[in-house]
Each structure stands twice: as structure tokens, then as C-alpha cells.
């Protein structure tokens, strides 16, 4: 027998994947939980019907996610993640040796410890011993932890549920009081093809907090459209003008130098959503 999993973020327009194997569903107290082998992605982590991450795709959004503002900071030792459960970002974050502390701020223990079972690929790193987990809801962490974090990345499900409160101005002051001095904010923004309205009103909310604030793309398969936005805030370096040069070196897939500035150079419907 066929099963196919139809992911459902977009009403009117869906992906499916051919099941392999189903290796866990359950109900969470926050979220309808499932993780599924597919033939073309590989295992994915699957919340509320959306796919959230798959072993073969997940290196782009990792490395985008982390490696921009990382190498953006010219010496960033403490970064929050919020959300980011299944600890792809927290690995991707690991790499850069100036990082002593990590925190991963995650409202659901569930995802965690189902990514430690069955998605070991991704969630690696979180046993290491500069990873900090704290459950809990990522807005109240945030609002609690005043100039503590050079660089906050918020890893997120989409804007409805827990999460609705981590897009919008009001979290985004918030996450300028939680960063140090010259600190740096980056989130997942969703696609400017089926939420362009989510993508200008987050662009425009970030603005009104940020000196420097940038949109960049990246090419997600598994997400709507493929084609996905993330949104910066930064306090004073600006991604596109800073000397990579002689940053280390680190092991990616995706992520370049050369990349690094070029995702910020946008199609025109895209940068028309910036103005
Ligand atoms: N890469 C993913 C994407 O864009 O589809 C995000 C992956 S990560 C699994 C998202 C996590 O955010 C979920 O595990 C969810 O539980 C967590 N989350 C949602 N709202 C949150 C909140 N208010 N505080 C902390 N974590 C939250």
C-alpha cells in the first residue's frame, strides 16, 4: 500500500512524499508530532502536517540560519536559539570557535527528545557540553534575558500557535534589549511567493528596531515554493560590507563566502516587499 504524507502550509497548493517508513506519531502538549522515512527527503521531522526539517535538504537552512550572522560578528561567544528543537541549528553554530555558550530556548521537550531518538544527523550537537536547553516559551526567555546574547536566531515554527508571538515588533524589541552591544538577530520568514505580507510586515517591524536590517534568500525544496526568505537585524555590522577574508575556515554545504553576500541581492518582488 502507498502512503504519502501531504504537508499542509499553504491551503491551496501542497507537497507530497512517499512514506517509507513511519517512525513515530504522537500528540505533544503543544503539537501534533511525527517523524516519517520518505523516499525522496529522507527522515523528517513533520509538526502540525509541516515539514520542519529532512535529512536531505536541512544543510541549507542550518547553514543560512547561523552562518550569516555568525561570520557577520566578528566575535560572537553566546547565541540564543529559539525554537530550533531539533538542534540543526545549535550544530552549525558549533563550529565557529569563538562560540563558548549556546542556549536552545524550545517551548516543546517532545521535539527534542524525538530528534535525539530518530533524527541523530541534525540533533548531534546538543549533547555537547556547551549547549545550554532550556524549555520553555522563547518570548518570555528572551524578555527575561537583557543584553546577555551577541547574536539571537530564531528558529522557528511559522507565525500561528506558539509561535505567532515570535514575528511582529514587540518581540523584535524585546530580542534588541536580549542582545549585547553590537549584537545580531536572525529569523526564518517564510516565502515571499504564497506570504509576501508576512515577509513585508517583518521586514518593516525589524526596520523600525534595527539600524541595519537586510533580507536574504535561500533554496529550501521542502518548504512552500522552495524559495525562502530570512530577515536580519543587526545593532551595527552589516552583512553585505563585512571582511570575510580571514574568517576560519569551517566544514559547509551550502553556505560560501561568496554566498554570504550574494543572498542578500534580491529579485525585484522581493526587494519591492523591503520598501
Ligand atoms: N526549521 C524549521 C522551519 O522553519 O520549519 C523550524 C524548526 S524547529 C523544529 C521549530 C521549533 O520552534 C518547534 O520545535 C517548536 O516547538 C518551537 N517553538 C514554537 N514556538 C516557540 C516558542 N514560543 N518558544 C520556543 N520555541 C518555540
Redesign the pocket.
Known amino acids: 500500500m502507498d502512503l504519502w504524507l501531504k504537508e499542509g502550509q499553504i491551503e491551496d497548493a501542497v507537497m507530497t512524499y512517499k512514506i517509507k517508513q513511519t517512525l513515530i506519531t504522537k500528540k505533544?502538549e503543544?503539537?501534533d508530532l511525527a517523524i516519517v522515512d520518505t523516499y525522496s527527503f529522507g527522515k523528517m521531522?513533520v509538526?502540525d502536517g509541516?515539514?520542519?526539517?529532512t535529512i536531505k535538504d536541512?544543510y541549507v537552512?542550518?547553514e543560512m540560519?547561523t552562518h550569516i550572522p555568525l561570520f557577520t560578528h566578528p566575535d560572537p561567544k553566546r547565541v540564543l536559539v529559539?525554537?530550533?528543537?531539533?538542534g540543526?541549528?545549535v550544530r552549525e553554530i558549533l563550529k565557529h570557535p569563538t562560540v563558548k555558550e549556546v542556549v536552545l530556548?524550545?517551548?516543546?521537550r517532545e521535539?527534542?527528545d524525538e530528534?535525539k531518538k530518530y533524527l541523530p544527523e541534525i540533533s548531534c550537537a546538543l549533547e555537547n557540553p556547551k549547549c545550554e536547553i532550556f524549555i520553555?516559551?522563547?518570548?518570555?526567555?528572551v524578555h527575561e534575558h537583557k543584553n546577555s546574547f551577541d547574536v539571537v536566531i530564531v528558529?522557528?515554527?511559522?507565525p500561528f500557535?506558539?509561535?505567532?508571538?515570535?514575528f511582529g515588533g514587540s518581540f523584535y524589541k524585546e530580542i534588541y534589549e536580549c542582545l549585547t552591544e553590537n549584537g545580531i538577530f536572525v529569523a526564518?520568514t517564510e516565502t515571499p511567493f504564497y506570504l509576501p505580507e508576512v515577509v513585508r510586515g517583518v521586514y518593516r517591524d525589524a526596520k523600525s528596531v534595527f539600524p541595519v536590517t537586510k533580507l536574504f534568500m535561500a533554496g529550501i525544496p521542502t518548504?512552500p515554493s522552495g524559495f525562502?526568505s530570512f530577515t536580519l537585524g543587526s545593532k551595527k555590522y552589516d552583512p553585505q560590507k563585512v571582511d570575510l577574508s580571514s574568517t576560519v575556515d569551517i566544514n559547509t554545504k551550502y553556505y560560501t563566502k561568496e554566498l554570504h553576500k550574494a543572498c542578500f541581492v534580491l529579485p525585484k518582488f522581493v526587494e519591492d516587499l523591503t520598501k
Open positions: 505533544t503543544h503539537q521531522l509538526l509541516i515539514v520542519q526539517t536541512e537552512y542550518h540560519i529559539v525554537g530550533g528543537g531539533d540543526g541549528a530556548c524550545e517551548i516543546d521535539v527534542i530528534c520553555g516559551d522563547g518570548i518570555k526567555y528558529d522557528s515554527t511559522d500557535g506558539a509561535a505567532e508571538g515570535l526564518q518548504y525562502w
